[in-house]
């Protein structure tokens, strides 16, 4: 009977290796749910709260959008979209032409003319 026992904990083993496969399978389910959603994020150059509430409107209407918010000390934008309908490379235009930087992009020189003097670059985040 003593070779039934490495036998079982064989089996245990196995048994364990298929459910924590389901378990992996499970977010998988969840993403598949939320499918053609995406998330993406930019460095931007904000330095103040009109600046997140001029880049976060801008957004809201860029096509495509669901939400986007940014957070004014680390200066990221966090931006939620339907990836059939929009680009991460179409929403840095979009930055850009707000008048602020998105990541390695310069932003658009007559939009950052018009912003008040607050929200220029040269300031540090207040
Ligand atoms: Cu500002």
Redesign the pocket.
């Known amino acids: 009977m003593k070779f039934l026992l490495p036998l079982s904990l064989a089996l245990f083993t196995l048994l364990g290796v298929a459910s924590a496969t389901q378990a992996q399978t499970a977010p998988a389910s969840v993403q598949a749910a939320t499918k053609g959603t995406a998330t993406a994020q930019f460095k931007t150059s904000?330095?103040?709260d009109?600046?997140k509430t001029r880049i976060e409107k801008s957004l809201a209407y860029e096509k495509g959008v669901q939400s986007a918010v940014l957070d004014v000390p680390t200066k990221v934008l966090t931006v939620t979209y339907k990836a059939d309908k929009t680009t991460p490379a179409a929403l840095r235009t979009a930055v850009q032409k707000t008048g602020y930087d998105a990541d390695e992009l310069t932003a658009d020189a007559r939009a950052y003319n018009r912003l008040p003097d607050?929200?220029k670059k040269t300031n540090p985040v207040h």
Do not use: I
């Open positions: 904000a330095v103040c009109m600046c607050c929200c």
